[in-house]
């Protein structure tokens, strides 16, 4: 028996949905893929500050990742999708995370520095298309960009979806 995958991917032009509550969505195999590889070469800290996911939870068409970091600034995360759906059984898709500081020229003074953590909501829809119910029912693996590894920092399997 043998294993036959298939994937389709969205126009690699690189749209990005403007952000909401703190979230820029960008879409993109290309960005996708050269964003994972800094990620797994380890040079992710080149496109984000220090954040950890925490949690992962997924209620119908929201999703919502914990974070946790340290800072004084605000910031802002982009969340990047690579446009491709895995046809696998059951398909998949990922999502890689960034965090990014609004105002680098605002230094912390000291003690200044405190721990956050606060939930990301990433409403699917809007990211995959409202109309996209294939990659609305796929699992998703979410990865930070300071994450080295092929192993996800959390997933949400696709029974957790219905």
């Known amino acids: 028996m043998g294993i036959v995958l298939f994937s389709c ?13 703190g979230i820029n969505l960008l879409i993109g195999a290309k960005l996708y893929k050269d964003m994972e590889n800094k990620r797994l070469n380890g040079k992710g800290s080149e496109n984000s500050a220090n954040f950890e996911i925490v949690g992962l939870e997924r209620e119908r068409n929201l999703l919502k990742v914990g974070v946790s970091y340290q800072g004084c600034r605000e910031c802002i995360f982009d969340v990047v999708w690579e446009g491709i759906i895995r046809e696998t059984s059951p398909c998949k898709t990922n999502l890689t995370l960034s965090r990014k500081i609004l105002d680098s020229n605002v230094s912390c003074g000291s003690g200044t520095i405190r721990p ?15 109309d996209n119910t294939e990659t609305l029912a796929c699992s998703i693996d979410v990865y930070s960009m300071l994450n ?7 997933e949400v399997p696709v029974e957790h979806h219905l």
Do not use: C, M, V
């Open 148 to 154: 080295e590894t092929d192993s996800p920092d959390q």
């Open 116 to 130: 956050f953590t606060e939930t990301l909501e990433i409403d699917l829809e809007r990211l995959f298309g409202k």
């Open 9 to 21: 991917n969205k126009d690699d032009g690189n749209p990005t949905l403007p952000g909401e509550n």
